[in-house]
Nanobody
C-alpha cells in the first residue's frame, strides 16, 4: 500500500523559497513516476510538476523556471524546490504516485495521494 507524507509547507514572502518533501513508504520512488499537484480554495486541483521515470521532468507553465522537482533515491523521497514564490502559488500541495497512464500533470493519471501540505505566500 502506497503511503505518502508531505512536509515543508509554511508561510513565505513573495520572492522567497520553500522546499516540499514527500516521503514514500510501500513504494519505490526511484522506479516510479511521481508528481506534485496543488489546489487553491475554490479551484480544481492542478498539476505542478512531474518526474517521469523514462522522460525529463515536466512543469506547468505557471511554475516553469521557478520550481524544480527531484528525487532522493536513498531517502525514498520526492522534493519540490519552489523559488521566486508568488501569492498565486498559495495552495495545498499534494504528492501523487502510482501512475496509471495518461498526461503526467492530470489528476486522474495517479492513484496514490498524500494528505497535503499548505503553502501560503504573502505579498
Amino acid at each position: 500500500q502506497v503511503q505518502l507524507v508531505e512536509s515543508g509547507g509554511g508561510s513565505a514572502q513573495a520572492g522567497g523559497s520553500l522546499r516540499l518533501s514527500c516521503a514514500a513508504s510501500g513504494y519505490t520512488v526511484r522506479s516510479n513516476s511521481m508528481a506534485w499537484f496543488r489546489q487553491a480554495p475554490g479551484k480544481e486541483r492542478e498539476g505542478v510538476a512531474a518526474s517521469p521515470i523514462y522522460a525529463a521532468p515536466t512543469y506547468a507553465p505557471s511554475v516553469s523556471g521557478r520550481f524544480t522537482i527531484s528525487k532522493d533515491n536513498a531517502k525514498n523521497t520526492l522534493y519540490l524546490q519552489m523559488n521566486t514564490l508568488k501569492p498565486e502559488d498559495t495552495a495545498m500541495y499534494y504528492c501523487a504516485a502510482d501512475f496509471r497512464g495518461g498526461d503526467w500533470l492530470e489528476q486522474r493519471s495517479y492513484n496514490g495521494w498524500g494528505q497535503g501540505t499548505q503553502v501560503t505566500v504573502s505579498s
